[in-house]
């Protein structure tokens, strides 16, 4: 038996003081690791999870499109990269519904307008149809008692002038003053009468009353004879015709007369609103695209006030002092087109002048000379 005598105390020491050590490294490994463990994770999960909780929040908030900037290949990628295909998505269907609406709202718009207009064409049209009915038994009722005074005012006027002249040779002056008033009485019954008459036909027109003479017409001939007609009140007015006739213009199938009435109330109204004189052009030209022939009538002359012009074709509107128009001429030339399946439009500005625009049908069937010679009023300057 070996007996040692060793005292332990030294060895206890350096354990202890061994252990001592070995905790406090792993104590300092501890706190060296836990930190950079924390950042690793923070950094891996932690961000890009703060990252897509941000995403999501954005697009609740109706941030569409929001992407996530996450480059890592791992399953939180991954969860990203689908995070931001499903918002791009989400944002392309949001820009697709949101054209669709637009689109949506113009057609509505659209359709609003179209059934405002058809609204407004067919109370105009009502209303014209009323007051046309009113016109055809006014003027039916006017016309048997207008014929008989003027024809009878002619009889008196033809009896007096007769029996007039034998005394007249021997007769006083004061009978001849008087046999003069006599007459002048009359003329102003007949030529009232042929007013009224005038009217009454107007009236008729624009109930529609008369029957239409359509046959294959060259407006460039209407034009030229509505314009020779006026030629001289348009000379004494100072007033320029400009004519500008598409010698190509083709027929079309019209009723003339009707046409040249139209014509006719334009140079009329244009001659009023150029008091002083001044321009007056008359273009005439066909488009093949519409299937029609148009005729401008444009004037620099005084306008038409803005509140006037939805109106403007209306029967009974007139600016003009009374015996001097009546306001029928618009109306009757509106009703004249609707009845040709054409149309009538203005533009005008105050001191600028006004624009009428008279569209008919061009019908190819009826075009029997496609390329009419020019009118000649066409290369003709107006008469001053
Ligand atoms: N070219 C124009 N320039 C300015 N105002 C115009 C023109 N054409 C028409 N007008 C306006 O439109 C109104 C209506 O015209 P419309 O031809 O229907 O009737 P009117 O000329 O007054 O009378 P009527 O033609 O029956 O003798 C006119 O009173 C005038 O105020
Ligand atoms: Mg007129």
Same mark, same amino acid.
């Given at each position: 038996m070996l007996d040692t005598d060793l005292s332990l105390q030294t060895a206890d020491v350096q354990l202890a003081e061994s252990s001592r050590r070995m905790i406090a490294y792993t104590a300092c490994a501890l706190l060296l690791i836990a930190p950079l463990s924390w950042f690793f994770v923070w950094r891996i999960v932690g961000v890009p999870v703060t990252a897509l909780r941000r995403g999501t929040e954005r697009l609740a908030a109706? &941030?569409?499109?929001?992407q996530i900037d996450v480059?890592?290949? &791992?399953e939180i990628g991954e969860l990203a990269d689908s995070f931001n295909g499903m918002s791009r998505q989400l944002q392309s269907e949001h820009n697709e519904n949101v054209a669709w609406t637009r689109t949506l709202e113009q057609r509505v718009e659209q359709k609003t307008r179209e059934l405002k207009r058809a609204h407004e064409h067919a109370l105009h049209t009502e209303k014209m149809a009323s007051i046309g009915k009113?016109?055809?038994v006014l003027a039916h009722e006017i016309n048997n008692p207008l014929s008989g005074i003027l024809t009878y005012a002619k009889l008196l006027r033809k009896w007096i002038d007769r029996e007039e002249l034998d005394r007249q040779k021997s007769g006083s002056e004061a009978g001849v003053?008087?046999?003069q008033e006599i007459c002048d009485s009359l003329?102003?019954?007949a030529s009232e009468s042929r007013r009224c008459g005038d009217l009454v036909r107007n009236l008729l027109t624009f109930s529609r009353a008369t029957p239409m003479n359509l046959q294959a017409t060259d407006v460039n001939q209407v034009i030229d004879r509505s314009v020779r007609l006026m030629?001289?009140?348009l000379d004494l007015a100072g007033i320029q015709v400009q004519p500008q006739l598409d010698p190509a213009l083709p027929h079309v199938l019209c009723d003339a007369a009707q046409i040249e009435q139209v014509l006719v109330a334009l140079v009329v109204n244009a001659m009023d609103a150029l008091p002083q004189g001044g321009n007056l052009w008359i273009i005439s030209s066909a488009s093949r695209e519409d299937n029609c022939v148009r005729i401008v009538v444009r004037d620099d002359g005084t306008g038409i006030a803005p509140e006037i012009l939805p109106h403007l074709f209306e029967p009974f509107l007139t600016t003009k002092e009374t015996g001097r128009g009546v306001g029928l001429g618009l109306a009757i030339s509106h009703s004249i087109l609707e009845r040709h399946n054409g149309s009538i439009e203005v533009q005008s500005e105050i001191g600028r002048g006004t624009t009428f625009t008279v569209t008919l049908p061009w019908d190819a069937e009826a075009d029997t000379t496609a390329s009419s010679p020019a009118s000649?009023?066409?290369?003709a300057p107006s008469r001053r």
């Open positions: 109706g &941030d569409l499109g929001y480059q890592s290949k &791992d009113m016109a055809a003053r008087r046999y003329d102003l019954i030629q001289h009140q000649e009023i066409a290369a």
